[in-house]
């Protein structure tokens, strides 16, 4: 079992920047940031998949965000910059990527991370 911590989230300014991470207790194949906000479904954001890190970015944060992994740390990484209002959410880290489903699909990864609210304020 594989735990995963998250840190990092809080209040930022419209147009301002946040860093996210989340380290896990072990070593875990594929990485993912998922979103949700109130009311709203659980969406993915960014994933880091594969040994040469394939990267992959929902639309709505392609150019803003940015997603990284340290391989010795167990450690994946959200840079958001040029944050929105639209961006508030709480943030969920995801870890152990079934290769056999879709990165963007929540379903497709076995660990979670407890979540970390991002307020990004107009």
């Known amino acids: 079992q594989v735990q995963l911590m998250e840190s990092g989230g809080g209040l930022v300014q419209a147009g301002g920047s946040l860093r996210l991470s989340c380290a896990a207790s072990?070593?875990?194949?594929?990485f993912s940031w998922f979103r949700q906000a109130p009311g709203k479904e659980r969406e993915f954001v960014a994933a880091?998949?594969?040994?040469?890190?394939?990267?992959y970015y929902a639309d709505s944060v392609k150019g803003r965000f940015t997603i990284s992994r340290d391989n010795a740390k167990n450690t994946v990484y959200l840079q958001m910059n040029s944050l929105k209002p639209v961006d508030t959410a709480v943030y969920y880290c995801?870890?152990?990527?079934?290769?056999?489903?879709?990165?963007?699909?929540?379903?497709?990864?076995?660990?979670w991370g407890q979540g970390t609210q991002v307020t990004v304020s107009s």
């Open positions: 880091v998949l594969w040994s040469y890190g394939a990267t």
């Open positions: 995801a870890a152990g990527f079934n290769s056999r489903g879709t990165y963007s699909v929540a379903s497709s990864y076995d660990y």
């Open positions: 072990g070593r875990t194949f594929g």
